[in-house]
């Protein structure tokens, strides 16, 4: 909800576009929208995640398995994703409860996917954008009290799952190289 989507697709479009980049590496494959394609194939909407918790926390169950499944495709390339399995989580702390959000981070599915984000970057988009719209199938917040709360779940479990430090810091050093043009 705030323009995930759009930063991929422009990432895209940057590596695309950039002929050093496309020398040195391959093309990112890009992820995309994985959560909408599981509300809409298992019919759940935008009010399951805040009228039923047993629904709510069904679906961050699904997202989590299709998001893996979708990284698991990939196998080895490299990619760009508009969400991760961090997003259920955030969503079911928020919506359901810090227990049953917590046993979304336990097994082998779970494990494998924090080990990805581990050895990846991961973005953090400040909410914002006064342009969303409700479509139908996205959760728009009540207000911007709500949005921010729900950030604040993904900069705790950013916090937990990866070193934020380092990650800063090799963000900082890829910038820091793209500004000398060895990027």
């Not at 954008?129 to 479990?157: C, K, T, Y």
Request: aromatic share 8%.
């Amino acid at each position: 909800s705030t323009g995930k989507t759009t930063l991929v697709t422009a990432l895209g479009e940057y590596f695309a576009q950039n002929l050093e980049l496309q020398r040195s590496t391959s093309q990112p494959h890009q992820l995309k929208e994985v959560a909408r394609g599981v509300l809409i194939r298992h019919q759940f909407t935008a009010n399951d995640i805040t009228s039923s918790k047993t629904r709510a926390l069904e679906l961050q169950r699904l997202i989590i398995q299709a998001q893996a499944t979708a990284e698991d495709a990939l196998q080895d390339t490299w990619y760009i994703a508009d969400r991760s399995a961090l997003d259920a989580v955030a969503y079911a702390r928020q919506y359901v409860g810090e227990a049953e959000a917590r046993s979304l981070r336990e097994g082998a599915v779970w494990q494998e996917i924090e080990d990805k984000m581990r050895a990846g970057v991961v973005v953090l988009c400040e909410p914002g954008g006064e342009w969303l719209i409700d479509d139908g199938v996205r959760l728009m917040p009540r207000d911007q009290a709500e949005w921010f709360a729900l950030n604040s779940h993904f900069q705790v479990l950013l916090a937990e799952c990866v070193d934020a430090k380092a990650e800063a810091e090799m963000a900082l050093k890829r910038l820091r190289i793209k500004r000398h043009g060895t990027f």
